[in-house]
């Protein structure tokens, strides 16, 4: 089941954690208490319920045409070497796992599971710390554009940061959720950390691109503090270049870090939408 960009049921859901119990980069112990809830209290309870992933509301709830999921899905593939590269070195650096966390939605009327996993997931001490991390190909999004303008790149590094402390203020709502069933213990409080890699085997498109973000991050950072409840964005940071080997290829590239803060709003609009955006999916298939 590959629920990013998918609606599914329960009983995927749970076939897709006992293939996931033995893969390093979960917690086996807390997958193990998952699948037993999911099975005897959640199964028991509704059935075999409708399963929704967050990444597939937050996609469609702010692009909404109709083959973006089947787009994303093709860069998700493509790309998927250099994300595993990031995504791994990110769990490495901060102690982090990944969790699957759920939550029960409109229980009397038309119940589902909202299900989310975030890139990490550090738990050590008083705090959680979630992150979200994003890898884009800079010279595939470059090749694509016949005139490509600053304005342009601006754009899509606004739309990332955009989904990406979307992403991240519904996995804290997860994280919430899932703590109340006693399915994770609680800590002090949640901390939102997003993490974008624009890379590239050529060295020329890295460099403007880095460039032409540079001179205009402050420009970028003004837009997100003039619309907070939009992007609920801040911290923003911009690294330099560097590189790394992968397949015996030199690949190049820098990051931009910030922080999320936690919008109720948000959620609410992605809970009131939920049934019209799973009515759209199963229209488009």
Do not use: C
């Not at 593939?77 to 490495?92: H, I, Q």
């Not at 203020?169 to 703590?179: A, G, N, P, V």
């Not at 992007?231 to 923003?236: F, I, K, S, V």
């Amino acid at each position: 089941m590959y629920y990013n960009h998918k609606v599914a049921t329960l009983d995927d859901l749970i076939k897709n954690i006992e293939r996931k119990i033995e893969n390093s980069n979960y917690d086996k112990s807390y997958l193990i208490r998952l699948k037993d809830f999911l099975e005897n209290k959640i199964k028991e309870e509704y059935g075999n319920i409708t399963v929704v992933a967050t990444k597939f509301i937050v996609k469609r709830y702010n692009r909404k045409e109709n083959n973006e999921i089947s787009e994303q899905n093709k860069e998700y593939y493509n790309n998927r070497e250099f994300a595993n590269f990031f995504e791994e070195t990110l769990r490495s650096k901060t102690k982090s796992k990944i969790y699957p966390l759920i939550s029960i939605e409109n229980r009397d009327e038309y119940p589902k599971l909202i299900v989310g996993e975030p890139d990490g997931l550090n738990l050590e001490y008083n705090k959680a710390k979630i992150y979200e991390v994003k890898s884009f190909n800079l010279t595939d999004y470059i090749h694509s554009k016949k005139n490509l303008k600053e304005y342009v790149l601006n754009k899509k590094v606004l739309y990332i940061i955009k989904t990406s402390s979307s992403q991240l203020i519904s996995y804290q709502y997860l994280l919430e959720k899932t703590q109340e069933y006693g399915l994770i213990g609680k800590r002090d409080g949640i901390n939102l950390y997003g993490k974008i890699y624009f890379y590239s085997k050529n060295i020329k498109d890295l460099s403007w691109a880095r460039e032409t973000i540079e001179q205009n991050f402050n420009t970028i950072k003004k837009i997100i503090r003039k619309d907070a409840k939009t992007y609920n964005a801040y911290n923003l940071s911009l690294k330099d270049v560097e590189s790394i080997n992968i397949n015996s290829k030199d690949v190049y590239y820098f990051e931009i870090d910030f922080r999320a803060e936690y919008n109720k709003k948000i959620i609410k609009n992605y809970l009131e939408n939920i049934n019209e955006l799973i009515k759209i999916f199963k229209a488009s298939e």
